[in-house]
């Protein structure tokens, strides 16, 4: 899926005004977006410029771009000049020749695999850095509470998704926790009509417009199972049917680079919800693995102890 939001020019930082427009880019009025995309195209220039020529070049008014910074939570133009100046100036101190200034560029044919290697490396670090910032943990933990309590969980997610909650659903499973991951609608709407109110649902996805899964997780949540939904846009279609949203991050870009980010940035939230869950099920949850892990031990190669596949959970002995 792509999203309509501004590209995220290389001095965005995590937390900062810069990443919160890029955020709030969907949720824009088409008006307050051509702003949005003109700061973000060069904040630099923005932080220098006055309100008139900021509304000339993004095509608006002086009032539209005074509405942008209400939107942000700003008094008027000038905090936010203020806002974006210290934010870009701390950028540039950092230096212009590391691996930041690939953030958000196309990956092109003839581009080196060094340079590819950054942009990518680039991109998930930012991605990982926004996932932490910006994940509500009590989320998390009112999630991974109703997880142990739960009859059964079912997990939802297409394409790139689905390799996330389908690791997900072996690690719940080998703790203890019945777990189900669904990528076919048919029989994950079948599943879903099962569910009570004794069960989770979660749904995975990135821009949280795929129909899939806003359709299985909607399903389940009819029948009063609890439905989490992990997606990097928290005004989107699956966190509207959700009971609880987790915000997994990525940059407002359509480059390559950035798409391949969003799955890890999945898979931080995935890591942090097992862990929750693995804590709160503790000590049943290391009878359960230790047992599965017996269960295959014949598939090891020799020489690897079983306590070395145990969860990093709790004491070791």
Known sequence: M?????????????GGVLDRISRLGGEFSEALTRVAAQVLADPTAAALSTIVELAERSGTSPATVTRFCRTLGYDGYAALRVAIATETGRAEAQGSDGWQVDIG?????DDPLERVLGSVLAAEIAALQDTAHSL?????????EAIVRARRVDMYGIDGSALVIGQLQIRLHRIGIPAWSWSEVHGALASAALLTGEDVAIGFSHSGTTSETVEMLAEAGSHGALAVAVTSFPSSPVAEVADIVLTSATRASTSQSDVLAARHSQLLVSDILYLAVAQR?????????ETTAQA???????????????????DQK
Do not use: C, N, W
């Not at 031990?297 to 959970?313: E, M, N, S």
């Open 281 to 289: 099920a503790f000590p049943s949850m290391v009878a359960a693995f």
């Open 105 to 109: 560029r196309e990956i092109r044919p």
């Open 2 to 14: 792509t999203d309509s939001r501004a590209p995220v020019d290389a001095a965005v930082a995590p």
């Open 136 to 144: 509500d943990l009590d989320g998390v933990a009112r999630a991974a």
């Open 296 to 314: 295959v031990a014949g598939h090891r190669k020799d020489g690897l102890p079983l306590h070395q596949f145990t969860p990093i959970v709790g």
